[in-house]
């Protein structure tokens, strides 16, 4: 007999301040058997990802733990007027489907954009929708995530520059704009990683290699000509 991949625990709601329970996998069944270049995990058993959304099942109220652990007055109103006083009762605390999974992000996305969330908490969850799209195969709706999740991080960018190792973010830019099709904005990303002296993080500086080379190959394969940098430094 394997154990339980999944345990409960219990948070408190931070919008209307409900106890309820939740549910997440087993730290130690948490290995991946396979990874995407943007970090889109593959797993045997039951998929950590889809429990990373809590939904409080009395309001709806739907974060993650990156999410604001405290809400001011208008963040909570808006809240409530918009979806909690038309929220009927749902309790996502136990096992989720795929589409549970889906409809406990796009509450996120929708609670996130209510209350102003930070622009890296959005990115994160636009980017874990285009994930679940992908394991069902849906490129269209997977694309239209990539994109929405590429101008969030972008914007990340923009008003985190000053903050420490931003090297993982620029690298998922790049790799969201090679994934995308959009090569010369991927080059010019990932450009950044490999280049610049500050940044110490050789995973992502190989990461980012590995790109820059990917984005080489396709547009080789299709003979279109490659941008100017990658003509001027080679690969």
């Keep these: 007999m394997g154990m339980e991949p999944l345990y409960q625990t219990k948070v408190a709601c931070v919008c209307c301040e409900a106890e309820f329970v939740t549910s997440r ?67 996502y605390g136990g096992e989720r489907s795929a589409a549970d999974a889906l409809a406990c ?46 101008e969030a991080y972008i914007k990340t960018y923009q008003s985190e520059r000053e903050l420490m190792n931003n090297a993982r973010l ?13 090569f010369h904005e991927a080059v010019r990303w990932f450009s950044r990683v490999i280049h610049d002296k500050s940044i110490m993080d050789s995973a992502m500086i190989r990461a980012s290699r590995e790109g820059w080379q990917a984005v080489r190959d396709e547009m080789s394969g299709k003979g279109a000509e490659l941008p100017e940098e990658m003509q001027r430094l080679g690969s």
């Design 25 to 91: 996998v087993r730290p130690s069944l948490k290995r991946a058997i396979r990874s995407d270049s943007d970090f889109c995990s593959y797993f045997k058993s039951a998929n950590p990802d889809f429990y990373v959304v809590r939904v409080c099942p009395y309001c709806g109220f739907a974060s993650t733990e990156n999410s604001n652990q405290r809400l001011v007055d208008w963040q909570r109103n808006a809240y409530l007027e918009r979806v909690g006083k038309h929220w009927k009762m749902s309790d």
């Design 170 to 182: 620029l690298y998922l830019i790049g790799e969201l704009n090679r994934r995308l099709g959009h």
């Design 105 to 150: 992000y796009k509450l996120a996305l929708l609670t996130g954009q209510i209350i102003k969330e930070k622009d890296r908490v959005v990115a994160g969850i636009l980017h874990h929708i285009a994930w679940l799209y992908r394991y069902e195969g849906n490129a269209e709706q997977e694309s239209r995530f990539l994109q929405y999740a590429l």
